[in-house]
DNA sequence: CCTTAAATACAGACTGGTTGGTATCTTTCA
DNA sequence: TGAAAGATACCAACCAGTCTGTATTTAAGG
C-alpha cells in the first residue's frame, strides 16, 4: 500500500474505486464483509486513504447506495426518453432497465447491494423514498394496478436473480420481459 | 439476568425465545444488530446460556431460517390441501400465504429476516435450494410461465411491504390478490 | 417415598482478535 | 510554499467464543 505515493494522485479515481470496491465486495462476500479494513486492501488503499474520502463508514456506504439509486434514475429516464406513448412509460422503462441488466451480466452489479441496503433500517428510508418520489411523479400514467402489478413481476425477477448463482430457478428473462412489456400495452 | 436460575427451567421455550429475538433484532434494528450480546440480552439469557443451545452464532442463525422455511412450507401445504383444482394449485397457495401474511402483520415476522438471509452467501444457498425444491416439485402443475409470472409478482409484493413502515409505497395488497389468483384460472 | 448422584441448564467473568476511528507524519502537486 | 492525498501507528470498544462454577432436573437405589 505504499504505492499510492508513487502513482499519480487521481484523487476522483481513488474515490470511485472505493466505493466500488465496498459494492463489490457486499455483492460477493455479504454486506458483514464490508469491514473498512477490506474496503481499503481491495482498492489499494490505507485506512487513512479512505478515511480521507470519507469521513465515516456509514458515509461511504451512504455513497455506495446513493451512486446506485442516481444511476438507476439516469437509465431509467433514457429508457423513457425513447418512448413516444405516455401511458406506462415509467412502468415499460423500469421494466426494461431491470431485466435486462439482469440479462447482461450473470451476477447483477446492484441487486445483491440493493438488498443489501433493505436490511439496513437506515437506508431502507433512502430506499423507500426512491420508489416513493417514482411512483407519485408517475402515478398519472402509471398508477393503473395492472402496471402495478407489472413491476411488481419486475421485482421478483430481480429477486431471484439474487438466487441464480447459487442454485436456485431462474425465469426465463426474454419471454418475461416480453410478457411484462406486452401487459403495459393492453392495460 | 440471575433470574433464571429461579424460574422454573424450560429449555425448548429458551431456545425459541433465542430465535425469535434474533429474527425481531434482525427486522427492527438490521442483521448487524444481531449480535451474540444483544440477543441474549433481549432473551434474558446470559451467553453461557445461548451457548449452551446453540454451538455458534451461525448455528443460531441458521436455526432462525430453518424454522422459517419450515413454517413456510406447512403453510403453503395447509393452503394446498384446501385447494381442488390441480393447476396453478402451488402458486395459488404461495401467492395466498405470502400476501395474507402481508396483510395481516404490518410488519411481517418474515419480510426482513428472509431478505436479511439473502444477503448472507451461506444462507442464500439454503433459500436457493427451497425455491429449486418447490418448483421441481410442482412444475408439472405450476410451470406455466405466467403462473411463474404471478409467484415473481407476489415475491415483488413481499419486497414492497418491507419499505413500508418507512414511507415505501403499498399497493391494494387485497386487489392484488384477487387478480394474481384470478390469472392462476385463466392461464 | 426419600435420598443421592449424574446430567442438564444456565451464570458470569475472561480472552484473543477485529472493528471503526484518530493523530501524526510523509509525499506529491499546483 | 502550502494545501491536498495518502501512509503509518495507535486506540478504545466490541465481537464471538471459552472456561469454570452453580443451580435445577432427572433418575436410580434403597
Redesign the interface.
Known amino acids: 500500500m505504499t504505492t499510492a505515493y508513487r502513482r499519480k494522485k487521481q484523487p476522483e479515481l481513488v474515490r470511485r474505486t472505493l466505493l466500488d470496491c465496498a459494492a463489490t465486495l457486499?455483492l460477493?462476500?455479504?454486506?458483514?464483509a464490508v469491514t473498512v479494513q477490506a474496503v481499503c486492501e481491495a482498492a489499494g488503499v490505507t485506512k487513512g486513504g479512505l478515511f480521507h474520502h470519507f469521513a465515516s463508514k456509514q458515509a461511504l456506504i451512504d455513497g455506495v447506495v446513493a451512486d446506485l439509486l442516481e444511476k438507476l434514475d439516469a437509465d431509467i429516464e433514457a429508457a423513457m426518453a425513447k418512448d413516444p406513448v405516455p401511458r406506462g412509460r415509467f412502468t415499460r422503462a423500469y421494466v426494461t432497465v431491470t431485466l435486462d441488466d439482469l440479462m447482461l451480466n450473470q451476477s447483477s452489479q446492484w441487486t445483491?447491494l440493493y438488498?443489501?441496503s433493505?436490511?439496513?433500517?437506515s437506508l431502507?428510508?433512502v430506499?423507500?423514498?426512491w420508489?416513493?418520489r417514482g411512483?407519485e411523479r408517475y402515478r398519472e400514467t402509471d398508477g393503473d394496478?395492472?402496471l402495478?402489478?407489472v413491476?411488481?413481476?419486475?421485482?421478483?425477477?430481480w429477486?431471484?436473480a439474487?438466487?441464480r448463482d447459487?442454485?436456485?430457478?431462474m425465469?426465463?428473462l426474454p419471454?418475461?420481459r416480453a410478457?411484462?412489456l406486452a401487459m403495459t400495452h393492453t392495460a
Open positions: 457486499a460477493e462476500q455479504g454486506l458483514a445483491a438488498i443489501s433493505l436490511t439496513e433500517p431502507r428510508r430506499t423507500a423514498d420508489f416513493a411512483l394496478p395492472v402495478e402489478m413491476r411488481l413481476a419486475a421485482d421478483g425477477a429477486l431471484a439474487l438466487l447459487d442454485g436456485g430457478p425465469p426465463d419471454a418475461l410478457r411484462l
